[in-house]
């Protein structure tokens, strides 16, 4: 039976401009879905895709605009029908903080069936029930400002569970989250599925997607792909102009195909890449150097000595943040930062620039100290700019061109050199002169964070430290948003440091990258030396990017193959010559 | 961050598992025991019942003298204003208006007491008593009034949703204090005019975020089929216990004995 079945449903945004006539924006399109009972369906598509708008359709918290969606037999329309609808439909979206209601986790999760008219008793079960199915019993009791992202949004399935629902819709539930929270809320997500609950999942990432049963593909607001996972992702180049991403593992046998080398082209995951490599009996016969290269770190720019940093020192909430941390970046790298939540990256960051301080240890720039003469902060703020998570956040003014000023005019430039820094800086990261008179609340969310990293990149640092710039954005907005960086530190020769939860990008574009945990400095090197110890990234709650893995994989199978190889293409070189001419 | 209202110390205690609704009464009576109290005696009747709460919620002493810093200034000014106006008999010292007598610092030192009792015993029901529990006591006894128009419920949920919010905000507060800080604003120096434009930056943010939370949150609400006050349950619903009369009756003697010890004793 299919739990929900939609009839060429349309939806239209309706806002009202200045003049106040209606503007329409169609955002879901004539669509027809079918998911039946029981499935895992993950639902990709860039940002603007429909994707969302289909899914509080589902819940009924939007009703069609043309068309009708029927849930779980009932039609959304009938507004009898809406209580039934949401409690066998629970939802779970994006930012845990904003979905959290109670200051107690069990509270938070009573909440649902406290609305539902459920007597307190059997309340209690379904919250002790709904605890142990995201495996949160302990933190009964907890506040939930206490709690990682992934167990917030543990909490969150939690409250819908205790509804007993049939299905869970999710709104890129994983978007905020570090790897380790991702995977916690992907595994819950599984479980619940094997015990009878539609899972309907909205996702940018790609490795989610490949465990579901199903991937639909929205695009401009209809269906355009639709079927296994390996079905999809087979179709390399029709997904990448859609502006989406494939697996490494697949992606590198497509390129593998297109250089004639027979083998299939629906392979997801390393497994099954493993499996075939050792079917063909690959052996590495070649002589092959990988990604090592001489590397010779430049006079330096940044030099961190014992830094040690404490919240909340005496206090009952005493946190380390970081621990004795010892680091030199040179001038003109670019580095990129990785660690879980809570290794200290973010604290680390922000003792570059002064804003925080502690008691020990000290940070140079360029030989001096950079707490040494309080007079010269705005200076060393300038020198330094932070870029902080989600900067768009930050936009205040009425006009893009105004709120980039707002750094420059804060140096105290004159109006003509501010003019030239704002232009420079809106046309480096694509802001069109059309732009500058548009009230930045009016952008699309990679236009905002572009239009949010223009305003530091005006006041032209010498070091630019961008704090998870991509999190959140598509693959198309995070490429776009990846090479303005690239291009600022080619062309500007500015020194930049990328703090990141993805391994796959930072390993695309650093010098050098810096893995922090718990506070301390894991490791420091080139990109081949980092990825050389896969395991230990592991271990500490990081993701190798695939082909890292993969190369691995093939080490634990007796295969010698370079330790050092982590992208695609030199993967592929690798493969092509010990592969070429071997048929299965 | 020291606002200790609305931080809830978790743990299991007599007090904390206290129906909320004595603890807040209880908390009203107390205080009415506090004002009534004339002489030492009957304040170290008052700190006696304090300090054995205190005890009984097993919450650290740390945490409540943390929650009188906000209010040690008004503390301060009191006690000076105390000493150096009130006019007794034994003066100790005088100059021109100001003086100082042994009266004046009896009467200071009281106050004092009162007032940190006062912010004490208060911090002990916020710390012991979760937000929710809080909100839900206010609804339960402000149900009898629902019929002249209060709106119980809403004003319950209001509150508590002001509460949980209240950190997130002063973190978010926080990250764009500093972003902008970053672009090099300045918030600490300049004239009042400028310090008041320098909040702009500051301010805009945050309220376009508070929207957006609000906005979501609704929505996060209407999905779990949050309906107001209609056909809704509670987990715990209240329900009086022993342990609630003893209570109850505990801090009625408190106000009885106080009482007595003024009128009738004059202590």
Same mark, same amino acid.
């Given at each position: 039976?299919?739990?929900?079945?939609?009839?060429?449903? =349309?939806?239209?945004?309706?806002?009202?401009?200045?003049?106040?006539?209606?503007?329409?924006?169609?955002?879901?399109?004539?669509?027809?879905?079918?998911?039946?009972?029981?499935?895992?369906?993950?639902?990709?598509?860039?940002?603007?895709?429909?994707?969302?708008?289909?899914?509080?359709?589902?819940?009924?918290?939007?009703?069609?605009?043309?068309?009708?969606?029927?849930?779980?037999?009932?039609?959304?329309?009938?507004?009898?029908?809406?209580?039934?609808?949401?409690?066998?439909?629970?939802?779970?979206?994006?930012? !845990?903080?904003?979905?959290?209601?109670?200051?107690?986790?069990?509270?938070?999760?009573?909440?649902?069936?406290?609305?539902?008219?459920?007597?307190?008793?059997?309340?209690?079960?379904?919250?002790?029930?709904?605890?142990?199915?995201?495996?949160?019993?302990?933190?009964?009791?907890?506040?939930?400002?206490?709690?990682?992202?992934? %167990?917030?949004?543990?909490?969150?399935?939690?409250?819908?569970?205790?509804?007993?629902?049939?299905?869970?819709?999710?709104?890129?539930?994983?978007?905020?989250?570090?790897?380790?929270?991702?995977?916690?809320?992907?595994?819950?997500?599984?479980?619940?599925?094997?015990?009878?609950?539609?899972?309907?999942?909205?996702?940018?990432?790609?490795? /989610?997607?490949?465990?579901?049963?199903?991937?639909?593909?929205?695009?401009?607001?209809?269906?355009?792909?639709?079927?296994?996972?390996? /079905?999809?992702?087979? %179709?390399?180049?029709?997904?990448?102009?859609?502006?989406?991403?494939?697996?490494?593992?697949?992606?590198?046998?497509?390129?593998?195909?297109?250089?004639?080398?027979?083998?299939?082209?629906?392979?997801?995951?390393?497994?099954?890449?493993?499996?075939?490599?050792?079917?063909?009996?690959?052996?590495?016969? &070649?002589?092959?150097?990988?990604?090592?290269?001489?590397? %010779?770190?430049?006079?330096?720019?940044?030099?961190?000595?014992?830094? $040690?940093?404490?919240?909340?020192? /005496?206090?009952?909430?005493?946190?380390?943040?970081?621990?004795?941390?010892?680091?030199?970046?040179?001038?003109?790298?670019?580095?990129?930062?990785?660690?879980?939540?809570?290794?200290?990256?973010?604290?680390?960051?922000?003792?570059?620039?002064?804003? $925080?301080?502690?008691?020990?240890?000290?940070?140079?720039?360029?030989?001096?100290?950079?707490?040494?003469?309080?007079?010269?902060?705005?200076?060393?703020?300038?020198?330094?700019?932070?870029?902080? %998570?989600? !900067?768009?956040?930050?936009?205040?003014?009425?006009?893009?061109?105004?709120? =980039?000023?707002?750094?420059?005019?804060?140096?105290?430039?004159?109006?003509?050199?501010?003019?030239?820094?704002?232009?420079?800086?809106?046309?480096?990261?694509?802001?069109?002169?059309?732009?500058? /008179?548009?009230? !930045?609340?009016?952008?699309?969310?990679?236009?905002?964070?572009?239009?949010?990293?223009?305003?530091?990149?005006?006041?032209?640092?010498?070091?630019?430290?961008?704090?998870?710039?991509?999190?959140?954005?598509?693959?198309?907005?995070?490429?776009?948003?990846?090479?303005?960086?690239?291009?600022?530190?080619?062309?500007?020769?500015?020194?930049?440091?990328?703090?990141?939860?993805?391994?796959?990008?930072?390993?695309?574009?650093?010098?050098?990258?810096? &893995?922090?945990?718990?506070?301390?400095?894991?490791?420091?090197?080139? !990109?081949?030396? &980092?990825?050389?110890?896969?395991?230990?990234?592991?271990?500490?709650?990081?993701?190798?990017?695939?082909?890292?893995?993969?190369?691995?994989?093939?080490?634990?199978?007796?295969?010698? &193959?370079?330790?050092?190889?982590?992208?695609?293409? $030199?993967?592929?070189?690798?493969?092509?010559?010990?592969?070429?001419?071997?048929?299965? | 961050?020291?606002?200790?209202?609305?931080?809830?110390?978790?743990?299991?205690?007599?007090?904390?598992?206290?129906?909320?609704?004595i603890k807040i009464m209880g908390t009203f009576l107390y205080i009415a025991a506090v004002f009534i109290a004339k002489g030492v005696v009957g304040y170290a009747v008052c700190a006696a019942f304090l300090a054995l709460v205190?005890?009984?919620?097993?919450?650290?002493?740390?945490?409540?003298?943390?929650?009188?810093?906000?209010?040690?200034?008004?503390?301060?000014?009191?006690?000076?204003?105390?000493?150096?106006?009130?006019?007794?008999?034994?003066?100790?010292?005088?100059?021109?208006?100001?003086?100082?007598?042994?009266?004046?610092?009896?009467?200071?030192?009281?106050?004092?007491?009162r007032?940190?009792m006062l912010?004490?015993g208060?911090?002990?029901?916020? #710390?012991?008593?979760?937000?929710?529990?809080?909100?839900?006591?206010?609804?339960?006894?402000?149900? @009898?009034?629902?019929?002249?128009?209060?709106?119980?419920?809403?004003?319950?949920?209001?509150?508590?949703?002001? #509460?949980?919010?209240? @950190?997130?905000?002063?973190?978010?507060?926080?990250?764009?204090?500093?972003?902008?800080?970053?672009?090099?604003?300045?918030?600490?120096?300049?004239?009042?005019?400028?310090?008041?434009?320098?909040?702009?930056?500051?301010?805009?943010? #945050?309220?376009?975020?508070?929207?957006?939370?609000?906005?979501? #949150?609704?929505?996060?609400?209407?999905?779990?089929?949050?309906?107001?006050?209609?056909?809704?349950?509670?987990?715990?619903?209240?329900?009086?216990?022993?342990n609630d009369y003893i209570a109850l009756a505990a801090v009625l003697v408190l106000v009885f004995l106080v009482l007595a010890l003024r009128l009738v004793w004059g202590l």
């Amino acid at each position: 039976m299919d739990f929900v079945k939609s009839e060429h449903l =349309v939806y239209d945004y309706k806002t009202y401009n200045e003049k106040s006539e209606i503007i329409t924006n169609r955002a879901v399109d004539g669509l027809d879905i079918a998911i039946p009972k029981g499935q895992f369906i993950a639902v990709l598509g860039h940002n603007g895709s429909g994707k969302s708008t289909f899914a509080k359709h589902i819940n009924a918290l939007l009703l069609p605009s043309e068309g009708k969606i029927e849930v779980n037999g009932l039609d959304t329309k009938d507004e009898k029908n809406i209580w039934n609808i949401r409690q066998s439909a629970g939802m779970v979206f994006q930012n !845990p903080d904003n979905q959290i209601i109670a200051t107690i986790i069990d509270e938070e999760v009573a909440f649902g069936p406290e609305n539902l008219g459920v007597p307190s008793d059997e309340i209690k079960a379904r919250v002790e029930d709904a605890l142990l199915s995201v495996n949160m019993s302990k933190y009964k009791n907890s506040s939930p400002m206490m709690l990682s992202g992934g %167990q917030k949004q543990r909490i969150a399935i939690a409250g819908v569970l205790a509804m007993k629902p049939d299905c869970i819709v999710l709104d890129e539930p994983t978007a905020m989250l570090d790897p380790i929270g991702r995977r916690q809320v992907i595994n819950t997500l599984l479980q619940l599925n094997k015990q009878g609950i539609t899972i309907v999942l909205i996702t940018h990432y790609m490795e /989610e997607a490949c465990l579901a049963d199903r991937v639909a593909v929205f695009d401009k607001g209809r269906l355009v792909m639709d079927g296994a996972p390996k /079905e999809i992702f087979r %179709q390399v180049e029709k997904i990448k102009s859609l502006h989406l991403d494939v697996p490494q593992v697949t992606e590198l046998c497509f390129k593998l195909r297109n250089r004639g080398v027979d083998i299939p082209d629906d392979i997801l995951t390393i497994d099954e890449m493993t499996d075939v490599l050792l079917k063909k009996g690959f052996k590495n016969k &070649v002589e092959f150097n990988g990604n090592k290269k001489h590397y %010779q770190i430049p006079e330096a720019l940044i030099e961190v000595h014992g830094l $040690t940093h404490i919240y909340g020192k /005496e206090t009952v909430y005493e946190r380390v943040a970081l621990k004795d941390v010892d680091i030199t970046i040179g001038r003109g790298e670019l580095i990129g930062l990785i660690g879980h939540t809570g290794s200290g990256k973010s604290t680390l960051i922000q003792h570059f620039n002064a804003l $925080t301080k502690s008691d020990e240890g000290c940070v140079l720039l360029a030989g001096v100290d950079i707490n040494s003469d309080k007079s010269r902060l705005k200076e060393i703020r300038q020198r330094v700019g932070l870029v902080f %998570q989600y !900067p768009e956040h930050q936009l205040f003014e009425t006009t893009v061109f105004k709120d =980039v000023a707002f750094g420059p005019s804060n140096m105290g430039l004159e109006k003509d050199d501010i003019e030239k820094r704002v232009k420079e800086a809106l046309e480096f990261v694509g802001m069109g002169e059309d732009m500058y /008179e548009k009230s !930045p609340f009016e952008l699309s969310g990679g236009q905002k964070r572009r239009v949010a990293i223009a305003g530091v990149l005006a006041m032209r640092p010498e070091v630019l430290v961008l704090d998870e710039p991509t999190a959140g954005l598509d693959p198309f907005s995070r490429d776009e948003i990846l090479g303005n960086i690239k291009k600022m530190h080619d062309e500007l020769g500015i020194t930049v440091v990328l703090v990141s939860h993805s391994m796959e990008d930072i390993s695309k574009i650093a010098d050098r990258i810096l &893995v922090m945990n718990n506070g301390s400095v894991e490791i420091f090197d080139t !990109p081949d030396r &980092v990825f050389e110890n896969v395991k230990r990234l592991t271990e500490i709650g990081l993701n190798a990017p695939q082909i890292s893995l993969l190369m691995d994989s093939l080490r634990d199978k007796g295969i010698d &193959v370079p330790k050092d190889i982590f992208d695609t293409d $030199t993967a592929c070189e690798l493969l092509y010559n010990n592969l070429a001419g071997v048929s299965v | 961050m020291n606002i200790t209202i609305g931080q809830y110390y978790p743990t299991n205690s007599l007090i904390h598992n206290l129906d909320s609704r004595i603890k807040i009464m209880g908390t009203f009576l107390y205080i009415a025991a506090v004002f009534i109290a004339k002489g030492v005696v009957g304040y170290a009747v008052c700190a006696a019942f304090l300090a054995l709460v205190i005890r009984l919620s097993k919450v650290p002493v740390k945490m409540l003298l943390g929650g009188l810093k906000p209010i040690i200034l008004i503390i301060l000014f009191t006690v000076m204003l105390n000493i150096f106006f009130t006019g007794g008999k034994d003066i100790l010292w005088q100059h021109g208006i100001f003086k100082i007598s042994v009266q004046g610092i009896l009467l200071a030192v009281k106050m004092a007491v009162r007032l940190i009792m006062l912010v004490m015993g208060s911090s002990v029901l916020t #710390l012991s008593t979760t937000p929710i529990q809080l909100t839900v006591g206010m609804e339960y006894l402000l149900k @009898p009034y629902k019929k002249i128009g209060v709106p119980a419920h809403e004003i319950a949920m209001m509150t508590s949703i002001a #509460l949980r919010f209240i @950190p997130t905000l002063v973190e978010e507060l926080d990250k764009i204090r500093k972003a902008q800080m970053a672009r090099g604003a300045d918030f600490d120096t300049g004239t009042l005019a400028q310090k008041a434009k320098s909040l702009i930056p500051l301010l805009v943010p #945050l309220f376009v975020s508070a929207f957006r939370r609000a906005d979501e #949150l609704a929505m996060a609400m209407e999905a779990r089929c949050y309906r107001g006050d209609i056909n809704r349950t509670r987990m715990n619903e209240l329900e009086m216990h022993k342990n609630d009369y003893i209570a109850l009756a505990a801090v009625l003697v408190l106000v009885f004995l106080v009482l007595a010890l003024r009128l009738v004793w004059g202590l």
